[in-house]
T-cell receptor, first 112, second 113 residues
Framework: SQKIEQNSEALNIQEGKTATLTCNYTNYSPAYLQWYRQDPGRGPVFLLLIRENEKEKRKERLKVTFDTTLKQSLFHITASQPADSATYLCALDHQAGTALIFGKGTTLSVSS | DAGVIQSPRHEVTEMGQEVTLRCKPISGHDYLFWYRQTMMRGLELLIYFNNNVPIDDSGMPEDRFSAKMPNASFSTLKIQPSEPRDSAVYFC???????????FGSGTQLSVL
């Protein structure tokens, strides 16, 4: 069956450390993978998109990798801050060019 | 642009009643998506439109759910009759395309008693 799994429901780290979140998928062949941030009571906010032919993408303190052999994406936040505390969702296209299917998310807590 | 606008923000209704959720997408976006979020199931795609035409409604749970997009600036999701298991947060999102990032509204928190 098709599955999108994010490594853990919760991740707790100290301020200044690098947070690494994992997204694994099964029985999908995505053309791209996206990461979103969701704060309590709000809708998800788009952060980054990485395509199947890209290995890595960066945006400020964020870095995403995409390994289509391992069927895995890693999402890194360097020099994490308490303001980075939120739930992070990965999403991929169900079939090429179609709507996104989302993982259940990982809740990141950064303590000062 | 004000972003994707959803109304109402909260809806409490009794089982059997009709519920209508509304969405105004970002001007210029030609894709519109309806998602439902619960703790158990996460974000689930219900239906999406391209240029006001429904493309995939396979996520609509059953015939009690219907969605329309009469023009480029308005969409509705209707549940008739509503049931307690429909209780969830319903999100509308719009985009230039699913490979361009989705812009979500603030959601409608639906409670069916």
């Amino acid at each position: 069956s098709q599955k999108i799994e994010q490594n853990s429901e919760a991740l707790n780290i100290q301020e200044g450390k690098t947070a690494t979140l994992t997204c694994n998928y099964t029985n999908y062949s995505p053309a791209y993978l996206q990461w979103y941030r969701q704060d309590p009571g709000r809708g998800p906010v788009f952060l980054l998109l990485i395509r199947e032919n890209e290995k890595e993408k960066r945006k400020e303190r964020l870095k995403v990798t995409f390994d289509t052999t391992l069927k895995q994406s890693l999402f890194h936040i360097t020099a994490s801050q308490p303001a980075d505390s939120a739930t992070y969702l990965c999403a991929l296209d169900h079939q090429a060019g179609t709507a996104l299917i989302f993982g259940k998310g990982t809740t990141l807590s950064v303590s000062s | 642009d004000a972003g994707v606008i959803q109304s109402p923000r909260h809806e409490v209704t009794e089982m059997g009643q009709e519920v209508t959720l509304r969405c105004k997408p970002i001007s210029g976006h030609d894709y519109l998506f309806w998602y439902r979020q619960t703790m158990m199931r996460g974000l689930e795609l219900l239906i999406y439109f391209n240029n006001n035409v429904p493309i995939d409604d396979s996520g609509m749970p059953e015939d009690r759910f219907s969605a329309k997009m009469p023009n480029a600036s308005f969409s509705t999701l209707k549940i008739q009759p509503s049931e307690p298991r429909d209780s969830a947060v319903y999100f509308c999102a719009s985009s230039f395309g699913p490979d361009r990032g989705l812009f979500f509204g603030s959601g409608t928190q639906l409670s069916v008693l």
